[in-house]
């Protein structure tokens, strides 16, 4: 598994989440980690498949959101590959968390 598209940010993201879930649940946390991460290759691979949210930044921007449970993945895509720029959890400002 690699982490080449992952901006420091969205490692930090997923540590906290990992630390979060893995409080109470170590092997869960594994478990959407693994999810997470197969989502970030797939998507690296067809970055084409999310979707804009207007609602939540510009439309002039390039970024895109992929949910994976509750989380969603925040990414630039293009035909080269993605980046990742943030891995949220649905439940919060995700609006104020990207401004």
Sequence with gaps: MTDRFLTPRARLDLLEIA???GDRNPDAA???LDRLMA???MLDRRPALGHAR???VPLRDDIRF???GRY???YRGDPAGIQVIR???AYRDVAALLR
């Design 30 to 32: 594994d478990r959407l």
């Design 87 to 89: 891995v949220l959890s």
């Design 39 to 41: 989502a970030c290759e």
């Design 54 to 56: 207007p609602d939540l």
């Design 72 to 74: 969603l993945i925040v």
């Design 19 to 21: 630390d979060y879930i």
């Design 66 to 68: 992929w949910p994976v």
